[in-house]
């Protein structure tokens, strides 16, 4: 029976969200507020088609925790030191300035200065995983306004750490309360809890830099993709568990994992491996809240809800607004930062948790809070798209161009394969100033690489969430230099398929296969012995006794006709028969017209001065 359940829940969940994200984006909403919109329909005051929500809010919270893991992993650690004033300086003025005012709010609606200051600091952190989730549909994660909440929310999941503290010396009449433990040394000293926390950030660091890279390359060798999917669910749950053991925030360990491994060549892997758990689990987070929300109450107190919500919202809206003005942003930038952060946030649930097991806060106005809380986030996405009319901002990355991007650089070129052939092809990219992003899907080749310097990484180009994650939406060229013929193939045409604005060069084994991969949707293509040969050829008459400017020239008239004869023969190259009988009238003719020009070049006075002027035109084989 209990399977039973299980899978009726799996059922009812995986329904609404596909139902209602197609619907919602068909209208132009988002994602987001589709699953809260479905959750709130099967949830127990709509449908009943779920109940509590407690048990699923636990599961579901892990998708909190892999979306932290992948911001972590696109934030190198002096990418993060470049971002502590936003860190410190924004983020830590937003928790003291909005806790104050919030709790100001409370004390003036009557509340004791104590209940009043614990709900002014569960109500200052905002939702960690609506924010990001809208920015990155929107495309706004690269921009000033993205930085900054980005930078925000992050110092927010810090001061979870104080709060969860504050919190039990708030407390008032609470001697006989058993506080819930957040961690297994909760019955030790703070000396020795501390020592626990420094002890546990210090082996995250450790083992990302000296342990996981080499036991991914381990497991990259096996060349089984389920393993490595494992392993790194492994990794984001075993950090997860340590920072619970020492009673820090989940998410917060797994950033820091994140960055770590921020660096590695395995990043790229990593990123697409663990993308579905977090859209999935992300997804059934949201259908929770949704699900969760009180209507029963929000009918009984619909006045006093209705209040508090957009108190809640207005006030955390003004003073990010004023805090974002006063650390030099601009006006749009900081309105929509200030828009983005109004809602309360996931963690509130569990601080009101503890603020009421300790006699801080009333059962009934910790309910109505945790309403009001759920309420505020199923309203940001509404906000947002009302923001984005009442101000005619459009919401994408073309509206504000990035400021101070605070991930990675933006390639101009992704470079699949770091063989021999791909790296001359980057080596020259890089000498002339543009940013290259490089995938390699041989570990050792990787390894080998990157002791050189060369930032490469390990992972197979051919998949579609890699290829995306390397940043191929937004380069304006796609190499592809894959000694596997067949998988070039399906690059070229994965890209081609996907990525219709990126140009395609590609490195082809011989003519046939410089052929298909035309056909495949590449735009020009080099065969990797073609140029080396001919440049060999060249040295073979200077050795000879031909004069080496008489020599080069000879290479590229070959080169000239082998390009005609290349595109000659375009049109009959997938029927066998008659591509043989054509190769071989139009290399006959190919020779004769050869020759006759080297040899009108040999019976020029001076034709050594005159090597460079050639009447030929000097391109490469398409």
């Not at 080496?548 to 070959?558: D, E, G, I, S, Y």
């Amino acid at each position: 029976m209990e399977s039973t359940s299980l899978l009726w829940l799996a059922f009812v969940y995986l329904t609404a969200g596909v139902i209602s994200v197609p619907i919602a984006q068909r209208l132009g909403l988002g994602s987001v507020l589709a699953y809260l919109i479905a959750g709130l329909l099967i949830g127990p005051f709509v449908l009943h088609l779920v109940g509590d929500q407690t048990d699923i809010m636990h599961f579901a919270e892990f998708g909190v925790v892999i979306m932290l893991f992948l911001i972590g992993l696109e934030v190198r650690p002096a990418v993060l030191w470049n971002m502590r004033g936003v860190f410190f300086g924004l983020g830590g003025a937003q928790v003291i300035a909005t806790s104050a005012a919030l709790a100001a709010a409370g004390m003036a609606a009557g509340l004791d200065w104590r209940p009043a200051l614990a709900l002014g600091l569960c109500l200052s952190l905002s939702s960690t995983a609506i924010v990001l989730q809208t920015f990155q549909e929107k495309g706004l994660q690269h921009t000033s306004a993205g930085t900054a909440a980005f930078g925000i929310l992050l110092f927010q999941d810090v001061a979870t750490i104080p709060i969860f503290a504050a919190l039990p010396l708030l407390a008032v009449g609470s001697m006989g309360q058993d506080m819930p433990g957040h961690g297994l040394l909760d019955a030790y000293p703070a000396w020795i809890q501390a020592l626990a926390v420094l002890a546990a950030v210090l082996l995250i660091i450790g083992a990302g830099r000296y342990l996981t890279r080499p036991a991914f390359r381990f497991i990259a060798q096996t060349r089984s993709r389920e393993i490595f999917t494992a392993s790194a669910l492994l990794l984001v749950i075993a950090v997860a568990l340590l920072m619970e053991a020492v009673g820090l925030s989940p998410a917060l360990g797994a950033f820091l994992a994140g960055v770590v491994l921020a660096d590695s060549e395995f990043r790229r892997e990593l990123e697409g491996d663990i993308e579905p758990f977090r859209g999935l689990l992300l997804g059934l987070f949201f259908i929770s809240v949704g699900a969760g929300i009180n209507l029963q109450l929000v009918w009984e107190q619909p006045m006093r809800l209705a209040l508090f919500v957009a108190g809640l919202m207005v006030i955390k809206a003004l003073v990010v607004y004023i805090v974002a003005r006063l650390f030099g942003m601009q006006g749009r930038a900081a309105s929509l930062t200030a828009v983005a952060l109004a809602q309360g946030g996931e963690f509130a649930f569990v601080l009101l948790g503890i603020a009421v097991a300790s006699g801080l806060i009333a059962a009934e106005l910790s309910a109505l809070t945790v309403a009001a809380v759920a309420l505020s986030m199923a309203l940001t996405p509404i906000t947002l798209l009302a923001y984005k009319r009442w101000c005619s901002l459009s919401l994408s990355s073309s509206s504000e161009q990035p400021e101070n991007e605070s991930f990675d650089e933006r390639p101009d070129v992704v470079v699949a394969g770091f063989g021999r052939f791909g790296q001359i092809a980057a080596r020259l990219l890089i000498v002339n100033g543009f940013k290259t992003s490089t995938l390699d899907s041989s570990a050792e080749q990787v390894e080998l690489v990157r002791r050189f310097g060369r930032r490469v990484y390990y992972g197979d180009a051919t998949r579609l969430d890699l290829l995306r994650a390397s940043g191929a939406a937004e380069a304006k060229l796609l190499i592809v230099a894959i000694d596997d013929r067949d998988q070039a193939e399906k690059l070229v045409e994965l890209a081609a398929r996907h990525f219709p604005n990126l140009k395609i060069l590609a490195r082809a084994y011989d003519r046939r296969h410089a052929y298909r991969l035309l056909d495949k949707g590449a735009h020009a293509v080099e065969r990797e012995t073609f140029e080396a040969g001919l440049t060999l050829g060249a040295q073979a008459l200077e050795a000879l006794g031909m004069r080496k400017p008489q020599a080069t020239r000879a290479a590229r008239l070959f080169r000239h006709h082998d390009e005609k004869m290349f595109k000659a023969l375009a049109e009959v190259w997938s029927d066998e028969e008659r591509f043989v009988i054509a190769s071989k009238e139009t290399s006959d003719r190919m020779n004769e017209l050869l020759a006759a020009d080297i040899q009108s070049m040999l019976d020029e006075p001076d034709a050594g001065a005159a090597a460079p002027a050639s009447g030929h035109t000097d391109g490469k084989p398409a």
